[in-house]
Each structure stands twice: as structure tokens, then as C-alpha cells.
């Protein structure tokens, strides 16, 4: 019945907590503006170091919604 | 003379009756909201199985379309 | 809830008929001795020529299906 | 016993109709120089859209043919 | 001495967890069955998203074991 | 202390000079629209040929922002 | 006529003595249990190292075989 | 109407100013024996060092042009 | 002004624990000899196996660092 | 000074005996028609299996050589 | 006769200029510390905007020279 | 208990012999100065031709040895 359309956004989330965080932080901001989000697909994990230590977790997403 | 810039949307198109059915989805749905398309990129070809058949088809698309 | 494991097969699958039949024939097959099977990507087309036509399609999928 | 060469060439078939008939559009052709033509591999699927709607299918081929 | 061979089995766990949480969850899951577990490689990160949260971790799992 | 999500585009730029003019080009598209513009990833150089010459250089460019 | 389907396993065979030997150990221990095995791919060659020499080569294959 | 065929070459340019002119070269040199050249894309950029400077530029290229 | 060269290393970090705690061993291994360490990419995720848990959890990782 | 264009083939050589000797057909015919032969890299090793052993092992190769 | 072994450094170069003077940047850098460097390969080429322009081009390069 | 750090190495071994050969090349190359070597991995396979025979087999690897 149903043939839907979905579409896919580019994110990079970041945390200071660790990869999983960064991209729960992702899926929030995504969710505030839309609704329907479906699924995400990790592309990439990086992060930024000072001081020797990891500052900030950085995770490259791929955010997929239902168009209506 | 022209120098155009393109944007390129990552889409995924479904159907119930095969592969390309599922590109034209999108394509179609596309079209509603965009004009200048100009190109396409399957990405990614899966499916969503259901008492053992193929119930829906699933494309992944790059479309490309010019900006004004 | 439920925290289900997932187990992926790879087949090929052939058809003298075209890219999306050569699909349905490998699925055919692992729903004779598979329950649950769940999604399918495919990962490679191919197809072997004889007399300068298409004899078969061959489409290598990796297809999921749900452990009990 | 034999220790057959084989030569790959890469072509870029295009069609109206579809996915499949682009590739048997580019095995055509390459049949009408090359004899020995042995299996072909899809490499890329693309197509070109014009008012919204897919004007042709492209899909790019490695085609190996064994040498004499 | 010893030239062993070893099989590798593709697996998806889930979790509602996390993502280190979803590879112990197949882990755990692929020892009922099989013994001689030896390593395993992270192949793919995705999840399910409801309600504009993380529903499932999934994580895709490359599974190697001792073969007798 | 900041814990900001970037989103990501993609697109084409195109020149008749070289590779790295048809990145700015590009870049200068998205600064009409977009602030806060951080950083960009070459993807793919391709280039349109006409009467044996390079006609339009073609790079097809990751960029991504801050999300506010 | 005949539309065959072929299963893929995925092994890694090891040797002491050479990397075409580590894919023979994997060909020869899968056909103890397998017959129709039809073709190879090799997938990764690696080895462990002990006192700066090769102790084992590693080579992971998918072997497919016909179902019957 | 019109169902092309399009061939690829694979080419390397060499060039001692940089880039894009190896990628010219190329061209130029595929331009001498080929009409119908229709589109290029860049697959690899390499270059020699001779006395800690870069001697050569080298950019391996796919070559399209329709067959007649 | 700055025009920095950095040099990028390849660590594989280990732990007990985690995914996570693997890239902080690492990174802080790094730190012991290395200062202006700047990012780091996640290359691939592993464990070793033993007695059907995950034993080590392996993370390789580049590491980028800034030049004097 | 020279600033040569280099061409590359595609081959897939064959053997009985090993992968380095399948290397070793598909150079040996290439240099039969072709001189300036300049270089060659592995794209993909596989093989025939039959009655349990290894046929034919077949070696896919970019073969370069620098054109006049 | 020789049968070098040749060692791979990874490095970003970085320019205000243009691609082809990062790349250029990180050989001189790495000419500073080592001779007998023999070639580059580029492995990634990106940039950071500031005020929608960009700041500075970023080249990842392998670099390969010979060992004594 | 242990959590070791590895480091990787990228090394290029030749070999007027054969591809196995190259790589043990390259590893004897590397015991003479490092310790702990622990693993390799085949990153590509070439070679370089001269009159119409392979002058010399070249293996990119990637070495990794733990840290102490």
C-alpha cells in the first residue's frame, strides 16, 4: 500500500561525554525541527583533543525521516 | 559563461513492485517541491521482506538539481 | 522491550530475466528452509554472456533474518 | 590446462525504458566488435532527468571478454 | 604447528542501551550456540529512531570462530 | 562547555578555470544562504569535455555548518 | 534454464608457509563438509608475527557454493 | 530517441606545474586520437619527489566518450 | 598566516571496558610523548574473544598532531 | 622535461599453479602487443573451485603503460 | 638487485593559496627531516571556512621514501 | 589486566621474487629496528614492469608492534 518517501540529513553531533552521546545530541536537534525522524546511520567518529585529552567527541551522521 | 552550482538531496524511495518503480518514487516526489533536476545516483539497493517476499523495495538516491 | 539478534546470509541469486528477478529467486530460496527473514541489500550485479547476450543475471544480497 | 586472458573494458549504457535495458543496450554494442564477450559487472547506476522525470538511465559496466 | 581455519558469521545486535551494549548483546547470543569464539569487527552503526529518540541501537557484527 | 551539531551539504561547484575555482564557487553559493559556514570535504572531481577540451570543471564538496 | 542459487561463506584460512597455502588450508576444510563449492574471492591477507618473523599468514576468503 | 554508448578510458597525465595540468595533458593527449570525448573524472592524484621537491605531478583519470 | 603541517599516527588503543576507553588509552598513550596532539579519527572497532565475552575491545584510531 | 600520458588496462590472468603465476599470464600477454609496459597493481584475486580444489586462480590487474 | 623497502609518513599540509600549495607545503616540511623521499599520494582534500570564504585549504598525504 | 597500545607502521616491501617474498622483505626491514612486532596487513599489491616482466614485486603494508 504504502510506497513512502523518506529523506536524509548530514549531521555531526558532538559531546564531551563520549560517541554515543554525540549522537543522541544529534538526534535531539534533529527532532526539534522534525518530526517522523526514522532512522541514523553512523558515517564517521572523530574528535578534537586539548591538552592531551579528548575535549570533544564528534559523530557524522546520516538522519533518515518519512516525508509526508 | 555559466558556472552553476548544484545541490545534491540524499532520498530513499520504496515500492511494492520493483528497483527502478522505487527510483521513480522519489524522483516523483522530488519533482514536487523542486524544479531543475538534473541527475540521479543509486546508492543503495535494499528491501524490506514480509512471509518471505519482498515487500517493499528500497533505493537510496542521490539527486542533484540546479540552483538558481 | 525485545533486543533482538539479527544474523545476515550472502547469497547470488540468477535469473535469465532481469536484475530484480535474479532478487526474488534468492529470496524464494532462503524462505524454504528460513523463518523471519527480515531485509535484504544487495552488494553486487553481475551476469555472465553468451553470444553476446545476457544468459544471467547474478545478484549477490546479504539478507537478514531474526534469531528466535 | 587453459590459462585463458581476459580483457575488461568499461562502457556506460543509457536507455529510456530502464535500469536492465541500459545494460543490454551496452552488451549490444559491444558485440557488434567483440566476440568472446564472458560476464559483465554493474559498477554504477545514474540517469538523467528532464522535467521531473527520469529521460535516461545510465548504468556503467566493466564487460570481460577472453582474449585470444 | 597448528593452521587453523576459522568462520566468520554476520550479525546484527540491538539494544536500548548503547552501542557497546547492542555487540555484547550478539556476542552473548552467538555463544549459545558456537564455541571457540575468537574475535569479532564492527561492520556498520544504526539505530531505530521513535518519538525523535533512539529506540534501537544496531550494530552489524563480523563473528570469527575456530572451526574444528 | 559548547556542545554544537553541524549539518551538512552537498554540492557541485563548477568552473571553466580549474578544481580549486569550482570549490570556491561552490563555497561562495552557500555563503549567500548560509552563515556560520565551517569547513568543507572534496568528494568527487569530474569535469564536462567539449571539442577535446575541458569545458567545466566539476567538484562535488561536502560543507558543513553550525546549526544555531 | 537452470537458475541456480549460491550460498557465500566467509573463512579465513591460516599457513606457515605462504598466502596462496592459507587460502588452500580454508578451500580444503570447507570442502570436507561442503560439495559444490563453485569460487573464491579473497577478501584480506594479514599474518602474525613472532620474533620478527611470519609465524602465520591469514587470508580471508568467501567461498560460494551451489545450493542444490 | 537517442540510446548512447559510452566507453571509458583510464589515462594517467603527468604534468611538472600541478594538478589540474596533468589532468590537461591527458585530455589533450586522448583528444589526439578520439573524438565524442565527453567527460572526465579523477580517481587518483599522485606525484614523484626528486631532491625533496615534487618532480611530477601524476592524475589518474576515467576518460567518457560516445561511440558512434 | 599559519600555513601548519601536521603528521598523523595510527594507534590501535585497548580495554576491558569499552569502545570509548579504548581511544582514551590510546590518546593518552600518545600524550606521554607527543604534545600538540590536535584530533582523532576512529578507523575500525574490534574485540578479542575469550570464553564467549569480549575480552579486549580494539580501537584503531588516527591520531593528527601538529608539526612545530 | 617529459611530461608523458600513461594508458591503463584492465586483465584478469589465469593459472593453475598459483596467484603470482596468474599475475605473471596476464603480463606476459599484455606485453606481447603492447611495449612500454610500466607498471601493474592487484584489483582482486578469486578463483575457480572444482571437485574441492582450486581450478584456476584469476588475478584482475591494472596494467600501465606510457603512450608514445 | 635491489630490493628496497620504502616507508609511508601521513601528513596534512595546509595553505592559504590552494590545494596544489598544501600539498606542496607538507613536502617541504617533510624534506626538512628525511631524504630520499619518492613520492605522494593525496588521500583527502578539505578545507575550514571563516566568513563564508575559504581560510585554509587542507591536503592528508601519504608520503613514501626510501630506507637506507 | 592488560591494555596495551599498538602503533602501525605503513611499509613497502620489493621483491624480485613474488608477492609473499616482498612482504617478508619488508618485515625483516622492520625487526631490524622494532620489537614487539605483533601483525601485518596486505594494504596493496603492485609492481613495476621492464621489458614486458615484472622487474620488481612492491607490497604496501601496514605493520603494527605494541608499545611499551
Same mark, same amino acid.
Given at each position: ?25 544529534? $538526534? ?25 585529552? $579528548? ?14
Amino acid at each position: 500500500m504504502s510506497e513512502h518517501v523518506y529523506k536524509m540529513l548530514e549531521l555531526v553531533g558532538s559531546s564531551t561525554k563520549g560517541s554515543d552521546d554525540a549522537i543522541r545530541n544529534a $538526534i535531539a536537534r534533529a527532532g526539534k525541527t522534525l518530526h517522523n525522524l526514522d532512522w541514523f546511520e553512523v558515517l564517521e567518529t572523530r574528535g578534537h583533543l586539548a591538552e592531551g585529552k $579528548i575535549a570533544h567527541w564528534q559523530v557524522r551522521l546520516r538522519v533518515g525521516f518519512r516525508l509526508d
